[in-house]
């Protein structure tokens, strides 16, 4: 069987973070942990967790970082996990995250950043056609990638909508964090060795080839050695 990663995958809302994620946990057999995912659920329940942090999702504000990095903390400190590895998922987005997330890791570090590269034009296309699984997180296109029944899930036969904080509003406010709090992250992996830069545009399958492409080489010629 295939021996696991640890991974993450930065780009900006839209590259397809959420679709590769699941496609790379597939491959590599380890769980996919997307913050988002992992909120959005929390506010259905009616969590604590998911009453805290509503306001800054529907605002497109980042949750605070001691939310979200004790959130990751707990799901990194499980077995699945701490044996196979894992793909995060929007996760880190600040330089605070990520130094965090380094801590949690030690000893044993990452395989590899994946930054997923796309100019800001072609997201915004994409993010005012993209619709979600309100129950399992899939993602769809109202232009190229419908439902086959519309308004439910080919997965799971949930419900197919739009994201409340796909507005214009909470777009550009998500885009502008990006760049202010998540983009120095690119440089902070480069620096260490980590990170993978990989042009997010073409079909999703020639995405993925190029990700698994240099994921494996990562694992077997890890930075240092
Ligand atoms: P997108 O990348 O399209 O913004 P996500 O599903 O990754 O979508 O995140 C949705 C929202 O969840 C963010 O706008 C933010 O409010 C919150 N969130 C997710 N991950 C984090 C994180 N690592 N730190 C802070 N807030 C987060
Ligand atoms: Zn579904």
Redesign the pocket.
């Known amino acids: 069987m295939n021996p696991g990663a640890r991974l993450l995958i930065l780009g900006k ?2 590259a397809g ?1 959420g679709t590769q994620a699941l496609r790379l946990s597939r491959h590599y057999v380890v769980p996919h942990i ?4 992992t ?1 959005r659920q929390a506010i259905r329940s009616g969590s604590e967790l998911g009453r805290e942090a509503h306001r ?2 529907d605002s ?4 605070p970082d001691e939310i ?1 990095i004790g959130m990751v903390r707990e799901r990194l400190t499980r077995s699945d996990t701490s044996h196979r590895g894992f793909v995060l ?6 330089v605070t ?1 990520a130094e965090a997330l380094a801590r949690i890791l030690s000893p044993n570090g990452l395989h590899l950043a994946i930054d997923l590269e796309i100019d800001t034009a072609s997201v915004l296309n994409r993010l005012a056609s993209r619709r979600v699984c309100g129950d399992c997180g899939a993602n769809y296109s109202v232009i190229d990638n419908p439902p086959r029944v519309p308004g439910l899930c080919d997965v799971c036969g949930g419900e197919v909508v739009q994201r409340d ?1 796909d507005t214009e509003a909470a777009i550009r406010r ?1 885009l502008e964090l990006y760049e202010a709090e998540t983009a120095p992250l690119i440089e902070w992996y480069e620096d260490r060795g980590l990170l993978a830069r990989i042009a997010a545009i073409g079909s999703p399958d020639e995405v993925t080839e190029r990700i698994v492409t240099v994921v494996d080489r990562a694992i077997l010629h890890p930075p240092g050695t």
Do not use: A
């Not at 497109?60 to 949750?63: I, K, R, T, Y």
């Open positions: 809302q839209g973070k997307s913050t988002g995912d909120l800054y999702l497109g504000e980042l949750v979200v998922d929007g996760f880190p987005r600040t995250q904080d998500r």
